[in-house]
Structures are given as structure tokens and as C-alpha cells.
């Protein structure tokens, strides 16, 4: 099974300020067919499923806020907020859909400092 | 809009089975697989299992293996998962998935109670 591992566990920053969240895959992600990693990141609030914000690595979903972006390749992932809003609150999870089984990384919590 | 609304909460007693549906609107139904992953409480993500609505055809996780059964009904769009067996670790919210591969959309997710 591919193994994704997120870093931090959880992070407390202050409003405006930048957001990183790193995800590394245990091996490589890449899909063939179109020459793009299989990742996605999501967002969950509590109570709600997970939302979708990235996928295939860096392409933001519609609706999404453009604060948000996605980047890496190979094994090394991360999603960044170019500046922290108070809505951003949530649990933060990566998901490889290279192969299955589908596996997603640990979750990184995210908090207002 | 794509959408994927899922059947009401459940609560079962250990060894009984459990049937969650998903109920699929705004796009083909045969075109894009149909995952389920379930969130124990205060816990991540697990990927249980994926079904192609198309053929029918279907993968597990092997922790599942044995215990799980997707199916579908493309009549009405909507795609089943049973879970039998149940213990007090089957406790969770389970979530239909279309699959990431064509921008995923989730169910709103079925809270399963194992409890005696």
C-alpha cells in the first residue's frame, strides 16, 4: 500500500499570514495516461465531509478560493494558503488516488493562532 | 450539479449487517466509479472498496475482504455497500465517493452505530 505521510500534525497561525502543509507519498504518484500525480487535498470542518480544494496535485477546483494552491511532484507534496482567513478552520487531508487501496495522509489540523 | 445523497443513520447490534446506499444525480451514473471511505469518530480516512457502476465490477481493501459487498442498481443511479460482521470498530461515518479521478464529490455521509 502507498503510505502518505502529512507534517505537521496540526499548526496554529495568525490571520493573513501563509499556510504550508507537506504531504510525501511513499512512492511515486504519477499517473501515465495524463502525466499527472494522483493527489488530492481536501478540507473537512466538523460534521461535514470532506470537501475538495486540489486535485491531481495542483488544479483548484472551481469555486475554490484562488488563496489556495497545490504544488510537487514525485513524492513530495504541499498545499498552501497564500493568507489565512478564519474560514480556513479545519482538518486538512491528502489522498492518493494512484492506486488502490486509495490512501490518505493522517490529517493536519489547522488553527488560528 | 453532480450529487450524491446517501440513506439515513443506522444503528446495529454486533454480528448484524448494515446496507448503506447512494443515490447519484447531475451526471452519468455508468461513467465514474463509485467509492466508499469511512471516518471512525475523531479519527482519518479509510478507503474501504470502489465499484464500477458500469460492469459491476469491484476492488476491497483486503482488511474488508469477506466482510463488504458493493453493488448497483444503474436503473435508478445508485450504488449499495453492505457491510456484515459488524463490531464496535465498524462504528464510523461512511461516505460515497465519485471517484477523484473526475473531480470527486462526496456523500454527506451515513453514521453507522455498532452498539449492543
Known amino acids: 500500500d502507498i503510505v502518505m505521510t502529512q507534517s505537521p500534525d496540526s499548526l496554529a497561525v495568525s490571520l493573513g499570514e501563509r499556510v504550508t502543509i507537506n504531504c510525501k507519498s511513499s512512492?511515486?504518484?504519477?499517473?501515465?495516461?495524463?502525466?499527472?500525480?494522483?493527489l488530492a487535498w481536501y478540507q473537512q470542518k466538523p460534521g461535514q465531509p470532506p470537501e475538495l480544494l486540489i486535485s491531481w496535485a495542483s488544479t483548484r477546483e472551481s469555486g475554490v478560493p484562488d488563496r489556495f494552491s497545490g504544488s510537487g511532484s514525485g513524492t513530495d507534496f504541499t498545499l498552501s494558503i497564500s493568507s489565512l482567513q478564519a474560514e480556513d478552520v479545519g482538518i486538512y487531508y491528502c489522498?492518493?488516488?494512484?492506486?488502490?487501496?486509495?490512501?490518505f495522509g493522517q490529517g493536519t489540523k489547522l488553527e488560528i493562532k | 450539479q453532480v450529487q450524491l445523497v446517501q440513506s439515513g443513520a443506522e444503528v446495529k447490534k454486533p454480528g448484524a449487517s448494515v446496507k448503506v446506499s447512494c443515490k447519484t444525480s447531475?451526471?452519468?451514473?455508468?461513467?465514474?466509479?463509485i467509492h466508499w471511505v469511512r471516518q471512525a469518530p475523531g479519527q482519518g480516512l479509510e478507503w474501504t472498496g470502489r465499484i464500477n457502476p458500469n460492469r459491476g465490477d469491484t476492488r476491497y481493501a483486503q482488511k474488508f475482504q469477506g466482510r463488504v459487498t458493493m453493488t448497483r442498481d444503474t436503473s435508478i443511479s445508485t450504488a449499495y455497500m453492505e457491510l456484515s460482521g459488524l463490531t464496535s470498530d465498524d462504528t464510523a461515518v461512511y461516505y460515497c465517493?465519485?471517484?477523484?479521478?473526475?473531480?470527486?464529490?462526496w456523500g454527506q455521509g451515513t453514521p453507522v452505530t455498532v452498539s449492543s
Open positions: 489522498h492518493q488516488y494512484y492506486d488502490v487501496p486509495h490512501t
Open positions: 447531475g451526471y452519468t451514473f455508468v461513467d465514474h466509479l
Open positions: 512512492q511515486s504518484i504519477l499517473y501515465s495516461f495524463n502525466n499527472k500525480n494522483s
Open positions: 465517493v465519485r471517484d477523484p479521478r473526475s473531480s470527486s464529490v
